[in-house]
């Protein structure tokens, strides 16, 4: 496989213990490599990275440790905004200091999607052989942490689906594209995914500001597209098939079990400010009221933001027992951050509706007692789940990103719809949905015909990960 590759070179006064050192200090001014953010240089630890990509301008990304030759060399595997390695040589000079070589690999297929994301090239067709199935999602911007393992899910759902014979007699191709946790992005990307010939469904695991702006582009065209995250959606055409958790699923009966933990009555709400932490606040606000709760304030912020003081002064002046913490992604883990350092962590609990094993990983220590209910979680104690786990890493290695529920949602639904068009006897819209009426897949969540959610997890955040406390029905349609 042919790949793009960058290296560059410099000599440092420093010798190569002193700039080892130096990795994960998160000091910028060391450059995008030294500037980096990590607790460990263990393999497979998490490395924060702010890439340069322009005059002033920086990116942030995430990676893992690889390897780590003391003294002499790091490995790094790429996670977002791209996948691809990255090698840093330290090698000593006699004279003293260090001669320092970095080099960055990124093999053809991620390099082709990357160019079709920015426009400059054709992100390329399936073999006429194929099934295409598109997933869009979002490998950068403030949802970038999900992404990584979410294309590892979907990739490993399609070679477990070929594997057991493809779909319609051929072997499915997965075609991948970025939203960049931007609704204008995710249109051009959807545009691009829908324009793939003979392209079966698109899944799509981003907020529900992309959904709104591409799912008419799905309905136009004809084809079926596969919402997978939480989100308060309501699909309004065949061809919307929704399968994540919503508002009222995740609250009704967590935010009760919460309440009777702490004793407190008190709650605020706060979140990113568009329409999905809108109606989480408006779902919060219904259960709360209903089991005589109160509401003491409201606080929501734009996608990318990254200082929350104002919002953290306002719960700690509230005199709030509660927070409904509805950030997405980076936002998540820098309010929660934030949030833990303040202090108010030891007095005031939280329950945070994307709160799953990924951010659980970013947050570490600061994460400690919060609080979700989601379809699924790492820690779920079955045999589905255990069989599955050992798939991921036997696939993808021991350096892999951790599955996050927002992953194995599409795991679970591309699954679903190889399942469905085998019992519908084609890939075809309608084919899909007959099948969907009467077809089961049994993956690690508890669902039912269509991929419904039976039940949810309740789980709390726990330095060693998030534990499951208990088991918890969906809410009863309105």
Same mark, same amino acid.
């Given at each position: 496989?042919?790949?793009?590759?960058?290296?560059?070179?410099?000599?440092?006064?420093?010798?190569?213990?002193?700039?080892? =050192?130096?990795?994960?200090?998160?000091?910028?001014?060391?450059?995008?490599?030294?500037?980096?953010?990590?607790?460990?240089?263990?393999?497979?630890?998490?490395?924060?990275?702010?890439?340069?990509?322009?005059?002033?301008?920086?990116?942030?990304?995430? #990676?893992?440790?690889?390897?780590?030759?003391?003294?002499?060399?790091?490995?790094?595997?790429?996670?977002?905004?791209?996948?691809?390695?990255?090698?840093?040589?330290?090698?000593?000079?006699?004279?003293?200091?260090?001669?320092? &070589?970095?080099?960055?690999?990124?093999?053809?297929?991620?390099?082709?999607?990357?160019?079709?994301?920015?426009?400059?090239?054709?992100?390329?067709?399936?073999?006429?052989?194929?099934?295409?199935?598109?997933?869009?999602?979002?490998?950068?911007?403030?949802?970038?942490?999900?992404? &990584?393992?979410?294309?590892?899910?979907?990739?490993?759902?399609?070679?477990?689906?070929? @594997?057991?014979?493809?779909?319609?007699?051929?072997?499915?191709?997965?075609?991948?594209?970025?939203? @960049?946790?931007?609704?204008?992005?995710?249109?051009?990307?959807?545009?691009?995914?829908?324009?793939?010939?003979?392209?079966?469904?698109?899944?799509?695991?981003?907020?529900?500001?992309?959904?709104?702006?591409?799912?008419?582009?799905?309905?136009?065209?004809?084809?079926?597209?596969?919402?997978?995250?939480?989100?308060?959606?309501?699909?309004?055409?065949?061809?919307?098939?929704?399968?994540?958790?919503?508002?009222?699923?995740?609250?009704?009966?967590?935010?009760?079990?919460?309440?009777?933990?702490?004793?407190?009555?008190?709650?605020?709400?706060?979140?990113?400010?568009?329409?999905?932490?809108?109606?989480?606040?408006? @779902?919060?606000?219904?259960?709360?009221?209903?089991?005589?709760?109160?509401?003491?304030?409201?606080?929501?912020?734009?996608?990318?933001?990254?200082?929350?003081?104002?919002?953290?002064?306002?719960?700690?002046?509230?005199?709030?027992?509660?927070?409904?913490?509805?950030?997405?992604?980076?936002?998540?883990?820098?309010?929660?951050?934030?949030?833990?350092?303040?202090?108010?962590?030891?007095?005031?609990?939280?329950?945070?509706?994307?709160?799953?094993?990924?951010?659980?990983?970013?947050?570490?220590?600061?994460?400690?007692?919060?609080?979700?209910?989601?379809?699924?979680?790492?820690?779920?104690?079955? @045999?589905?789940?255990?069989?599955?786990?050992?798939?991921?890493?036997?696939?993808?290695?021991?350096? =892999?990103?951790?599955?996050?529920?927002?992953?194995?949602?599409?795991?679970? #639904?591309?699954?679903?719809?190889?399942?469905?068009?085998?019992?519908?006897?084609?890939?075809?819209?309608?084919?899909?949905?007959?099948?969907?009426?009467?077809?089961?897949?049994?993956?690690?969540?508890?669902?039912?015909?269509?991929?419904?959610? !039976?039940?949810?997890?309740?789980? !709390?955040?726990?330095?060693?990960?998030?534990?499951?406390?208990? !088991?918890?029905?969906?809410?009863?349609?309105?």
């Amino acid at each position: 496989m042919a790949e793009l590759v960058l290296s560059s070179e410099v000599r440092l006064a420093a010798d190569p213990s002193e700039l080892l =050192a130096l990795f994960g200090s998160g000091d910028p001014s060391l450059g995008w490599l030294f500037g980096s953010e990590a607790e460990a240089l263990a393999p497979g630890a998490l490395v924060r990275l702010a890439l340069p990509i322009g005059e002033g301008s920086r990116v942030h990304g995430t #990676a893992r440790v690889m390897s780590c030759t003391p003294v002499r060399r790091i490995d790094l595997v790429h996670e977002s905004p791209w996948f691809g390695h990255v090698a840093c040589h330290l090698d000593p000079l006699r004279s003293g200091g260090t001669r320092l &070589r970095i080099r960055v690999s990124i093999d053809d297929r991620e390099f082709t999607r990357l160019g079709a994301d920015l426009g400059l090239l054709c992100g390329g067709d399936a073999e006429g052989w194929e099934v295409p199935l598109g997933l869009l999602t979002s490998l950068s911007g403030s949802a970038g942490i999900l992404g &990584r393992s979410t294309v590892n899910c979907a990739q490993l759902a399609v070679e477990e689906i070929n @594997a057991d014979g493809g779909v319609a007699g051929r072997d499915v191709r997965l075609m991948v594209a970025d939203d @960049a946790t931007d609704p204008g992005t995710g249109v051009v990307a959807m545009r691009r995914l829908c324009g793939v010939s003979g392209i079966a469904a698109v899944a799509g695991m981003h907020s529900s500001a992309t959904y709104s702006a591409t799912s008419p582009i799905a309905v136009a065209l004809g084809i079926p597209y596969l919402y997978t995250p939480t989100s308060e959606v309501v699909p309004t055409h065949p061809l919307l098939i929704h399968f994540g958790e919503r508002p009222l699923d995740q609250l009704h009966r967590a935010l009760p079990l919460l309440a009777e933990v702490t004793g407190g009555s008190r709650w605020f709400l706060a979140g990113n400010d568009y329409s999905w932490p809108r109606a989480i606040g408006m @779902a919060a606000r219904e259960v709360i009221e209903r089991m005589g709760g109160t509401v003491s304030g409201e606080g929501y912020v734009p996608l990318g933001t990254e200082d929350f003081t104002p919002v953290i002064s306002a719960i700690g002046e509230r005199g709030t027992d509660h927070v409904v913490s509805s950030f997405v992604g980076q936002d998540h883990v820098r309010f929660e951050s934030e949030f833990s350092s303040s202090g108010l962590r030891s007095t005031t609990r939280t329950f945070a509706p994307l709160m799953d094993d990924a951010v659980v990983e970013h947050l570490g220590e600061s994460a400690a007692g919060i609080w979700n209910a989601l379809g699924y979680f790492v820690g779920m104690d079955s @045999a589905e789940n255990r069989a599955f786990l050992r798939r991921y890493s036997d696939r993808f290695g021991e350096c =892999a990103p951790p599955v996050s529920a927002a992953a194995e949602g599409v795991y679970e #639904a591309v699954h679903t719809w190889a399942t469905a068009c085998r019992s519908g006897g084609g890939t075809d819209p309608s084919s899909l949905l007959s099948g969907l009426r009467t077809s089961t897949y049994r993956g690690p969540r508890r669902c039912g015909t269509g991929g419904s959610l !039976e039940s949810l997890l309740l789980g !709390e955040a726990t330095p060693a990960g998030v534990r499951v406390i208990d !088991e918890l029905p969906v809410a009863a349609p309105a």
